[in-house]
Nanobody, 128 residues
């Protein structure tokens, strides 16, 4: 089991950028595909982006393509979500998750069932 902890959120103004971090403990994060999702109150978790274990492939939801960037530093056991040009509608809880092992081409990265370990979530609040 991989324990994941997100950090970097908080109260932000519209238009700024922020980078969320997801740090793993318990096991090395390097062998897992990693993903980021977000969830608004009363709604389903929305897939945002994923990255293969070796960072060769990345995947993005159309809603964030060009504005959000996923990256990873396996030496630091950390995955990042760079969010630019924040909007008030980005105000939700963001989660990272560990997915399939050793998949360079991640099959169905948007499918929540492919992720086995989740962080506790990190609130991002964007004011207009």
């Amino acid at each position: 089991q991989v324990q994941l902890v997100e950090s970097g959120g908080g109260l932000l103004q519209a238009g700024v950028s922020v980078r969320l971090s997801c740090t793993a403990s318990g096991r090395a994060l390097s062998i897992y595909a990693m993903g980021w999702v977000r969830q608004a109150p009363g709604k389903e978790r929305e897939f945002l982006t994923a990255i293969s274990w070796n960072a060769i492939n990345t995947y993005y939801a159309d809603s964030v393509k060009g504005r959000f960037t996923i990256s990873r530093d396996n030496a630091k056991n950390t995955v990042y979500l760079q969010m630019n040009s924040l909007k008030p509608e980005d105000t939700v809880v963001y989660y990272c998750a560990a997915g399939p092992k050793y998949e360079t081409v991640v099959v169905n990265p948007q499918n929540r069932a492919r992720y086995t370990d989740w962080g506790q979530g990190n609130q991002v609040t964007v004011s207009a």
